[in-house]
């Protein structure tokens, strides 16, 4: 198993431009959630999924959209990058019927300039 | 919805000597409270976890305690040592299904030798 899959691991955007951070599981978890981590800020709910269709917001989703086509991939959308959005990005999934602690991914360090 | 504080938000001690991180929560649907700790440029690890049906829960040094009424968990580690040495951080479940979880903004421990 290779866990939770996030890529690219470092990118840098311009004011303005899009992208999309991507995020795998190979574990069959049915909950997949983003996080955003700033300096002293803590890990922040940005939108979370309980399924493949179903997707909901967290604390901090301005600028940013997901969709979940699968059960396995949970893609985090930037339409219009500002340097607001520059951190460090993580990608956890957990199973539904037992939730215990999630796993995340190795992380996206974005920069926007 | 759910907020969660964390104190204190950095803490040194002796090698040997204990540590405690206390954290709160507002929500009293929430029903999981796991705790992680990060490596510099690492990804967040679960250390230990605890859910509400259970007052406390230990693994070796480390152990979690858990007061329903009052809203209130905390992380005990004990005989520390330099490689304790991370921020470490609180979390509790967002609702009752688990569907994901909001941090606390973290404990930055350090243990000298």
């Known amino acids: 198993n290779a866990g939770v899959t996030q890529t690219p691991k470092f990118q840098v955007l311009k004011t303005g431009q899009s992208m999309t951070l991507q995020c795998a599981q190979d574990?069959?978890?049915?909950?997949m959630s983003w996080y955003r981590q700033d300096p002293g800020m803590g890990l922040r709910l940005i939108h979370y999924?309980?399924?493949?269709?179903?997707?909901d917001q967290g604390e901090v989703p301005n600028g940013y959209n997901v969709s979940r086509s699968t059960t396995e991939d949970f893609p985090l959308r930037l339409l219009s990058a500002a340097p607001s959005q520059t951190s460090v990005y993580f990608c956890?999934?957990?199973?539904?019927?037992?939730?215990?602690?999630?796993?995340f991914g190795s992380g996206t360090r974005l920069t926007v300039v | 919805g759910e907020n969660v504080e964390q104190h204190p938000s950095t803490l040194s001690v002796q090698e040997g000597d204990s540590a405690v991180i206390k954290c709160t929560y507002s929500?009293?649907?929430?029903?999981?409270f796991p705790w992680y700790k990060q490596e510099l440029g690492k990804r967040p690890q679960l250390i230990i976890d605890?859910?509400?049906?259970?007052g406390e829960k230990k693994d070796q040094r480390i152990a979690v305690t858990l007061n329903k009424t009052a809203k209130h968990f905390s992380l005990h580690i004990t005989e520390t040592q330099p490689e304790d040495s991370a921020v470490y951080f609180c979390a509790a479940s967002l609702n009752q299904a688990g569907t994901a979880l909001i941090f606390g903004k973290g404990t930055t421990l350090s243990v000298s030798s």
């Open positions: 956890a999934s957990s199973p539904a019927e037992t939730v215990h602690g999630y796993t």
């Open positions: 605890i859910r509400s049906n259970v």
């Open positions: 929500d009293s649907a929430s029903n999981y």
């Open positions: 999924s309980v399924g493949a269709g179903i997707t």
């Open positions: 574990m069959n978890h049915e909950y």
